[in-house]
């Protein structure tokens, strides 16, 4: 057998190990720290009736009045939705819908007539709404470029492999490229108030003001180039595939034109469910002694843009005004609700238990 001889140390915990022929091996036992042997000062609760019953009770107390707040404060926004998709054959845009494809070089216009039963303060938010869209898709997110969205000349004559195949077309690039930007949300929609004495009033619609301020300022930006003329500065360029124009005349205003495009910044920022509703337009009250929406007759104008038949997606157009937390949104309230309920009830089923077999464990362990 061979033998071998050890010396240890207790200040440190090193063991070193010595052999027949001389060396010496390091024993892998940690150094005999607090850290290392987790002597380290710990505080770890003691659970008791005494300790978990009024936890359960005060977060059901907390929780619940919070949750009615957030309820109430949800249900007392108010929301008007359209679903124009066009799939049944009594909907107005029934026509369009069929026969619309995005081959269609000019668009095709439906009237939609509705009502609001209650007046609309404040300032009106106008969404627009699509369905079993999946801008979540791996290829679908990664599909653009942001360095040419940012402003990068080099970019924008050269986009990045990631926008294949809207990329180039003939050798020419594609601004804006990419799978996100083809598929841009481009229905036109219109919204008139009739007037009870026949007339049709236009209702005033803000297009700016709609974007994040960090996407407007920080994330998208317009080539500079020598000349301040966007025609110019997109020189050389083609439009998406599925665009009726190019991103220089997506508006009339310079500073909502070209990549700063509030549509289209609001368009990039891909939604995480397949069902979502992104910001249009906003509807500004102006007198504060009349509402912004009148109660009574309204039409809704839509220039037939967008075909969604051929994933089996749907369009609506939806009216709503916001609170001190958003829009309308149950979800948070409901938790809210629920999660301090069934807190308060385990609180009273765990106190019945302790009162019904605390004394009797009590009493065992006194007489033992």
């Known amino acids: ?40 000062p710990a505080w770890q609760p003691i659970l008791t009736a005494g300790t978990v019953l009024p936890a359960f009770f005060i977060i059901g107390l907390i929780f619940i009045p919070i949750g009615i707040g957030l309820y109430v404060t949800s249900n007392n926004i108010k929301e008007f939705e359209i679903d124009y998709t066009g799939d049944d054959t009594s909907s107005p845009c029934y026509n369009c819908a069929k026969n619309f494809s995005w081959n269609n070089t000019k668009s095709c216009t439906c009237t939609i007539p509705f009502q609001l039963d209650q007046p609309y303060e404040s300032n009106v938010f106008m969404y627009y709404g699509l369905s079993n869209f999946y801008q979540n898709h791996r290829r679908y997110v990664k599909s653009r470029d942001d360095s040419q969205l940012n402003g ?11 926008c294949e195949p809207y990329a180039s077309i003939d050798n020419k690039p594609i601004a804006p490229c990419g799978a996100i930007a083809n598929s841009m949300f481009n229905d036109t929609l219109k919204l008139f108030y009739n007037d009870p004495n026949g007339t049709s009033v236009p209702i005033p619609l803000t297009s700016t ?15 500079v180039g020598t000349n301040s003329n966007l025609t110019a500065v997109f020189q050389g360029t083609v439009k998406p595939v599925n665009w009726h124009r190019p991103v220089y005349e997506l508006d009339t205003d310079p500073e909502n034109n070209g990549f700063i495009n509030e549509d289209f910044i609001v368009w990039m920022r891909t939604a995480a469910l397949p069902t979502f509703r992104k910001l249009y337009r906003i509807i500004q009250k102006k007198n504060n002694m009349a509402p912004t929406l009148p109660r009574g007759n309204y039409t809704l104008v839509v220039d037939y843009n967008y075909p969604v038949r051929s994933f089996e997606g749907r369009k609506r157009m939806i009216l709503s005004t916001i609170s001190w937390m958003g829009g309308k949104n149950p979800f948070l309230g409901i938790a809210y609700i629920t999660v301090g309920s069934v807190c308060f009830f385990l609180g009273v089923v765990l106190l019945v238990i302790h009162h019904k077999y605390g004394n009797r464990n009590n009493s065992a362990n006194i007489s033992n």
């Not at 720290?33 to 987790?38: G, H, R």
């Not at 003001?209 to 080539?223: E, L, Q, Y």
């Open 152 to 162: 990068n000349i080099d970019s924008l004559k050269k986009p990045s492999k990631e």
């Open 209 to 223: 003001g709609i974007a994040w301020w960090t996407d407007k300022h920080v994330k998208f930006r317009n080539p």
């Open 1 to 40: 057998m061979m033998a071998s001889s050890y010396s240890a140390k207790d200040e440190d915990g090193h063991i070193t190990v010595s052999g027949p022929g001389g060396g010496t091996l390091r024993n892998k036992k940690p150094e005999n720290t607090a850290f290392k042997q987790q002597r380290l």
